[in-house]
């Protein structure tokens, strides 16, 4: 079984940064693709981005493309969070998964890390 853990979340001010990260046991990270997702109170999770296995292909959504940077070394799994918004405050999950896509084919995920966003 995989394990995912994140770390990294808190609380910052409108036009901060954070940057969240994601610890795996083995080859997670050359083995699977890894992504980003959030979910806020009485909404659905929502994708972030994604990387995949070989770590050259990334995928961003529409609501943090050129705000948010997706990376991974041999040790951990990163999210780099720039010019953060209110609108960005939920948790985050880190998943792993087939391929690097915004739904589905993600079979493991961690326990999720809460950001929280002033005005």
């Known amino acids: 079984q995989v394990q995912l853990v994140e770390s990294g979340g808190g609380l910052v001010q409108a036009g901060g940064s954070l940057r969240l990260s994601c610890a795996a046991s083995?080859?997670?990270?050359?083995?699977?693709?890894m992504g980003w997702f959030r979910q806020a109170p009485g909404k659905e999770r929502e994708f972030v981005a994604c990387?995949?296995?070989?770590?050259?292909s990334t995928y961003y959504a529409d609501s943090v493309k050129g705000r948010f940077t997706i990376s991974k070394d041999n040790a951990k799994f990163y999210l780099q969070m720039n010019s953060l918004k209110p609108e960005d405050t939920a948790v985050y999950y880190c998943?792993?998964?087939?391929?690097?896509?915004?739904?589905?084919?993600?079979?493991?995920w961690g326990q999720g890390t809460q950001v929280t966003v002033s005005s």
């Open positions: 990387i995949s296995r070989n770590g050259i």
């Open positions: 083995g080859r997670t990270f050359s083995r699977y693709a």
């Open positions: 998943a792993a998964g087939t391929a690097c896509t915004p739904s589905g084919g993600y079979d493991y």
